[in-house]
C-alpha cells in the first residue's frame, strides 16, 4: 500500500521533463546522425574498396592465366572442361582450401576470351544480370592470348549488400536502439537527480526555506545564492514590517500629545494662552520633521533624492559648519577638537553636506555624556578626503554597530524621543553620504564614544 500511496503523490517537475525531452532528443538526433553518416561512408567508401579488391583479383588470376596457356599453348584444354573454371578461379585467388568463396572471388564474377574475341569462359546470366565487363588483355611475351574479364563491383553491390551492407546496417540499427535505451536512462535519472535538487526552489513565498549546499558544482552555488537571496529577502520583509510598525509609533506619539493637549484645552483643564498653544505648535514641528526626514529616506530609496553635485571646497563646508555650532556644542557640554586640512576640493552638495553635519552634531550632542569631546579631522589620503567624526563616552556595543543606520534604531532600545531622537538621522546620513559616492563607517572611538569615518572621492585635476 505504502508504494502505490508514494508513486501516485510523486509528481515529475517541469525541468526535470525539459531535460528529459532535451537529452533524449540531442541523443536520438546524434544516433541518427551517426547512422546515416556511417551508412553513406559505407555506401561509397566501401564501393571504393570494391573495385581496388577486384582489380586486384583479377590480376591475381590474370597472371595465373597466363602461365597456364604458356604450358598449354592454348584453350583448348579448358574450352574442353569448362568445369575446371571455379577451381582454377579459386586456386589462383588462393581461395582452394576455403569451403565458401570469397563473394569477390566467384567464378561467375569473371568471364575469358581467346585472342580472336571468341568466349572460352562465357558469362554466366545471373540474377545481377549480365552488366558491363572491364577487361584485362592477357599477353605471353609480345603474343596477344586473350582478355579477362571481370565484372565492376558496382554490378554485384546487390548481392554485396546482402551479404555485407544489410548486415553491418542493422548492427548500425541495433547500436542506435542501443543508444536510444541509454539515453533514455541517463536522461530520466539526470532528470530526477536535477529535479530532486531544485524542486525545494519552489517555496512559494516562504522566505524561511533553505536548499541544502552539498558539493563544490553549478548547482551548490546556486542554491548558495538562493539562500542568500531568501535571507535577504527575509530581512527585507522584516524590516520593512518593522519600518512601518515603527513609522505608525512615531506618528502615534505626537498626535496623541496633540489632542491630549487640545482635549484639555476643551474641557476648561488647561487655558488657551499662548504657552499652550506654543507647546502644540513643538508638537506640530516634530511631526512635520519626521514627515519630511520620511519623505528625505523614500526619495534616497527610489534614486530620486534632489542633490546637485558641484566642484566645491570640502574644507571649508567642514570648517564653517563647526564654527557656527559653537553655542550648540557649549550647551551641550562638549569640547571641539579639529584638525581640518585646507583646500581638499570633492564633488558636492552644499546644502546637503551642511544637512549632513548637521545629523552628526545632533547624534553627538544627544548621546554624549557632558562634560564630553567632539574630535573632527580631515585629510586626504589615496585619493580620497576622510572625515574621522568621533566624541567620547558612552560607546556602543561593537555588535550594535552594524544596525546604527538603521531606520528608527535605537540601541537603548527605547522610543523616548528626548533620549534617542526619531531614529532616523543616522539613516538620513548614510543616504545623503551613498548620494555623494562616499561611505561612512562606524567604529568604536579610541575616546571611549563612537567613531565615524566618512571617505569622499576627490575631486579629479584637470
Known amino acids: 500500500m505504502a508504494l502505490p500511496t508514494a508513486i501516485r503523490q510523486w509528481r515529475p517537475s517541469r525541468l526535470g521533463l525539459k531535460l528529459f525531452v532535451i537529452i533524449l532528443s540531442v541523443n536520438v538526433a546524434i544516433s541518427a546522425s551517426m547512422f546515416l553518416a556511417v551508412s553513406y561512408s559505407i555506401d561509397r567508401g566501401f564501393l571504393d574498396y570494391l573495385n581496388q579488391a577486384q582489380e586486384r583479383r583479377a590480376t591475381l588470376l590474370a597472371d595465373g592465366l597466363v602461365t597456364r596457356w604458356e604450358t598449354q599453348q592454348s584453350w583448348e584444354w579448358l574450352e574442353q572442361s569448362p568445369e575446371r573454371w571455379p577451381y582454377i578461379v579459386r586456386f589462383e585467388l588462393g581461395q582452394e582450401h576455403r569451403d565458401r568463396p570469397s563473394p569477390l572471388g566467384e567464378a561467375r564474377d569473371f568471364t575469358l576470351r581467346a585472342a580472336d574475341d571468341r568466349f572460352v569462359v562465357p558469362p554466366r546470366s545471373g540474377r545481377e544480370g549480365s552488366g558491363s565487363w572491364h ?43 542501443s543508444l536510444g535505451i541509454a539515453s533514455l536512462l541517463l536522461a530520466g535519472g539526470l532528470s530526477w537527480w536535477l529535479g530532486r535538487r531544485t524542486r525545494a526552489l519552489a517555496g512559494e513565498g516562504d522566505y524561511r526555506t533553505r536548499l541544502p549546499e552539498r558539493g563544490r558544482d553549478e548547482l551548490s552555488r546556486l542554491a548558495r545564492d538562493f539562500n542568500v537571496l531568501a535571507a535577504t529577502l527575509e530581512a527585507s520583509r522584516d524590516a520593512r514590517a518593522r519600518w512601518v510598525s515603527d513609522t505608525a509609533h512615531e506618528l502615534r506619539t505626537p498626535l496623541a500629545v496633540l489632542r491630549g493637549e487640545i482635549e484639555a484645552m476643551q474641557d476648561g483643564i488647561r487655558p488657551l494662552n ?189
Open 135 to 177: 577487361w584485362l588483355t592477357l599477353r605471353s611475351g609480345d603474343t596477344h592470348i586473350g582478355s579477362l574479364g571481370f565484372r565492376p563491383p558496382r554490378e554485384m553491390m546487390e548481392r554485396m549488400e546482402s551479404r555485407f551492407l544489410e548486415r553491418q546496417q542493422r548492427n548500425l540499427v541495433l547500436i542506435v536502439v
Open 274 to 462: 499662548q504657552e499652550n498653544l506654543s507647546s502644540l505648535a513643538q508638537e506640530v514641528g516634530q511631526l512635520e520633521r519626521l514627515v519630511s526626514d520620511l519623505r528625505l529616506l523614500s526619495q534616497s530609496d527610489a534614486g530620486a533624492l534632489d542633490i546637485q553635485l558641484a566642484p566645491m571646497d570640502l574644507s571649508n563646508c567642514l570648517a564653517n559648519r563647526l564654527n557656527d555650532a559653537d553655542r550648540w556644542l557649549v550647551e551641550s557640554g562638549l569640547t571641539l577638537t579639529e584638525q581640518i586640512k585646507p583646500g581638499i576640493m570633492i564633488r558636492g552638495d552644499a546644502q546637503r553636506l551642511r544637512q549632513l553635519w548637521n545629523n552628526l552634531l545632533d547624534n553627538s550632542c544627544a548621546y554624549t555624556q557632558p562634560p564630553g569631546e567632539l574630535r573632527v579631522t580631515l585629510t586626504a589620503q589615496q585619493g580620497m578626503a576622510v572625515v574621522i567624526w568621533e566624541d567620547s563616552t558612552p560607546g556602543v556595543p561593537e555588535n550594535e554597530l552594524a544596525r546604527l543606520t538603521e531606520r528608527l534604531y535605537r540601541v537603548e532600545g527605547s522610543r523616548s524621543r528626548a533620549s534617542g531622537g526619531s531614529g532616523l538621522g543616522l539613516s538620513i546620513a548614510s543616504a545623503l553620504v551613498n548620494a555623494h559616492g562616499a561611505t561612512l563607517t562606524p567604529s568604536i572611538s579610541t575616546l571611549g564614544g563612537l567613531r565615524w569615518t566618512l571617505r569622499f572621492p576627490l575631486l579629479a585635476a584637470d
